[in-house]
């Protein structure tokens, strides 16, 4: 996008070598769309193997590395990203090889063209080109009618790990959210939503299921429904407690990790 500065947030768990090949993938993509204007900010979500010293070793330029000993969780780790990013436009995308990083381009294209807060790429966009199995097809679809009686949000994707936010929305909305986990996604989005980020339009991306890390296949089931309790705490949090609300007194503290005031209840 002209005139600024994009940053990219990749939360990364147990990588190994295939983090550097997928790195240089979206630093290509972003060369196209801002040449020499963006950062890569990759989060180590618990350095765990030694997909940091590779990324370290690789030197890719405009490339930060980023991360700490225990894992967190995504939410958290793109959290820790975004609070250490510069860019006016800030985004994050998953460190696996199922998403295709040319869906950052597109999803740039369609934020400029809506004049959008948020840009959410989304498997069931009418373009977009998903390999995907049916049973995940069914669970993606149970979990948006989910959200969707729970929150009212008019998005048929919100889990999709592929995003751009202006930077006056995560500066406002940011401090406010707990979950460290993969219910992050519906979390920022419904509290984007509530303080009057209401401009969150959906964009076509391209997802091979079959580039899916084994590790994340293999903790699926234990993750939806970790994800599920997650967020109905939002819900419960949003729409019973208005704990995210400005009018609401929370506690803060400063998060010399994530490097800003948060709520810790």
């Known amino acids: 996008m002209k005139n600024n500065k994009l940053s990219i947030i990749v939360p990364a768990y147990r990588q190994g070598d295939t983090l550097v090949k997928n790195i240089r993938k979206i630093t290509s993509v972003l060369e196209e769309v801002a040449p020499n204007a963006y950062e890569v900010i990759v989060v180590e979500d618990g350095k765990l193997d030694n997909s940091f010293e590779l990324l370290e070793k690789a030197n890719i330029p405009h490339v930060k590395i980023a991360g700490y000993g225990s894992n967190h969780g995504k939410g958290y780790a793109v959290r820790y990203g975004m609070a250490r990013s510069t860019g006016d436009i800030i985004g994050f995308i998953d460190a696996g090889a199922d ?6 381009k597109i999803l740039l294209v369609h934020m400029e063209w809506y004049g959008a807060d948020i840009i959410v790429g989304s498997k069931w966009h009418p373009v977009s080109r998903v390999k995907y199995p049916w049973w995940r ?105 208005h704990y995210y609300d400005d009018s609401s007194k929370r506690k803060w503290r400063y998060d010399k990790d994530l490097q800003m005031k948060v709520n810790i209840g």
């Open 99 to 104: 998403l295709d990083p040319k869906g950052l």
């Open 137 to 241: 097809k069914i669970i993606s679809k149970v979990y948006g009618l989910y959200v969707k009686l729970l929150f009212g949000l008019d998005i048929s994707d919100t889990q999709l790990g592929m995003k751009f936010f202006r930077r006056e929305v995560l500066e406002k909305v940011l401090p406010r959210l707990l979950v460290k986990k993969y219910a992050m996604d519906i979390e920022l989005l419904a509290v984007a939503n509530r303080v009057g980020f209401t401009r969150i339009y959906e964009a076509p991306i391209e997802l091979d299921w079959s580039q899916i890390d084994s590790q994340i296949s293999k903790n699926i089931y234990r993750s939806i429904w970790d994800m599920a309790l997650d967020t109905l705490a939002v819900f419960y949090r949003l729409k019973i407690l």
